[in-house]
């Protein structure tokens, strides 16, 4: 059983960062991939960015790719969303999500536990 509790979400003028923190319970973080999806009102969840279980392999989503940036400490058990450059339409609720298995996945279906959400609201 692995919980999840995602922080450092907020309101941020457009251009602007943030630094989103997921920290996970549980000894076996480091075999998990994590992943960061969004879901804004209205709209389907979406992937966002993925993380194998050591850090060497990386997804993003078109959409943040050169914006975001996804990291990991297996040490803290943590797993980490920079957002840079923030757009209004980066608006949503962002979920982390842990995956049993070592490698990421864009698919939501394939994450087997998720954190409760944390709301980004970037304003034009």
């Known amino acids: 059983q692995v919980q999840l509790v995602e922080s450092g979400g907020g309101l941020v003028q457009a251009g602007g960062s943030l630094r989103l923190s997921c920290a996970a319970s549980?000894?076996?973080?480091?075999?998990?991939?994590m992943g960061w999806f969004r879901q804004a009102p209205g709209k389907e969840r979406e992937f966002v960015s993925a993380i194998n279980w050591s850090g060497g392999i990386i997804n993003y989503a078109d959409s943040v790719k050169g914006r975001f940036t996804i990291s990991r400490d297996n040490a803290k058990n943590t797993v980490y969303l920079q957002m840079n450059s923030l757009k209004p339409e980066d608006t949503a609720v962002y979920y982390c999500?842990?995956?049993?298995?070592?490698?990421?996945?864009?698919?939501?279906?394939?994450?087997?536990?998720w954190g409760q959400g944390t709301q980004v609201t970037v304003s034009s």
């Open positions: 999500a842990a995956r049993s298995g070592t490698s990421g996945s864009y698919k939501h279906a394939e994450y087997n536990y």
């Open positions: 549980g000894r076996t973080f480091s075999s998990h991939a």
